[in-house]
T-cell receptor, first 109, second 112 residues
Framework: QKEVEQNSGPLSVPEGAIASLNCTYS??????FFWYRQYSGKSPELIMSIYSNGDKEDGRFTAQLNKASQYVSLLIRDSQPSDSATYLC?????????FGQGTILTVHP | SQTIHQWPATLVQPVGSPLSLECTVEGTSNPNLYWYRQAAGRGLQLLFYSVGIGQISSEVPQNLSASRPQDRQFILSSKKLLLSDSGFYLC???????????FGDGTRLSIL
């Protein structure tokens, strides 16, 4: 069974700090990796996609992928209270996404 | 870019009643379409996916069914709702290949 595991949290960081979110996956043939942000009561919103080993930066967000270790992470620099949400790691294999349980992030002023 | 429409946003139904949730997609053609359910405080559970008109794959045995009568229309149905069917139902669309899925706004279903 394909599994995606995230650190359960909740994760609380002060405003301006770096938030680090981690995810591991079990299926070695996984091809694509995504991070979604979900505000309370809302649907998930795609914030990052990463397909190859290394880092990918988009504004304050950096996704990191290590396929050998089956590990994906998301760094949020200069965290803002508006970043407070649940972050879902998702792994794509053969057209189907498997989601982690999500990490609740709280950024306090 | 594609837009995914879901309705209604909120629905309250009695146990044993039927259900029909509709999802339509704009701005793309021949997408893969998905139905997910998210129970309160839980992760996303894939219910059904479709790679084309009339093609439905079920991930979880249950009293729900799905249909895709048109390329950009995906319907989730039930003949008799159970209390355990309560949850947040999300429709998603994704292009073929290693592309991400995008979600509609969801339907919050409460069974009484």
């Amino acid at each position: 069974q394909k599994e995606v595991e995230q650190n359960s949290g909740p994760l609380s960081v002060p405003e301006g700090a770096i938030a680090s979110l981690n995810c591991t996956y079990s299926d070695r043939v996984s091809q694509s990796f995504f991070w979604y942000r979900q505000y309370s009561g809302k649907s998930p919103e795609l914030i990052m996609s990463i397909y190859s080993n290394g880092d990918k930066e988009d504004g304050r967000f950096t996704a990191q992928l290590n396929k050998a270790s089956q590990y994906v992470s998301l760094l949020i620099r200069d965290s803002q209270p508006s970043d407070s949400a649940t972050y879902l790691c998702a792994v794509l294999s053969y057209g189907k996404l498997t989601f982690g349980q999500g990490t609740i992030l709280t950024v306090h002023p | 870019s594609q837009t995914i429409h879901q309705w209604p946003a909120t629905l309250v139904q009695p146990v044993g009643s039927p259900l029909s949730l509709e999802c339509t997609v704009e701005g793309t053609s021949n997408p893969n379409l998905y139905w997910y359910r998210q129970a309160a405080g839980r992760g996303l559970q894939l219910l059904f996916y479709s790679v084309g008109i009339g093609q439905i794959s079920s991930e979880v045995p249950q009293n729900l069914s799905a249909s895709r009568p048109q390329d950009r229309q995906f319907i989730l149905s039930s003949k008799k709702l159970l209390l355990s069917d309560s949850g947040f139902y999300l429709c998603a669309s994704g292009q073929k290949g290693n592309q991400p899925q995008h979600f509609g706004d969801g339907t919050r279903l409460s069974i009484l």
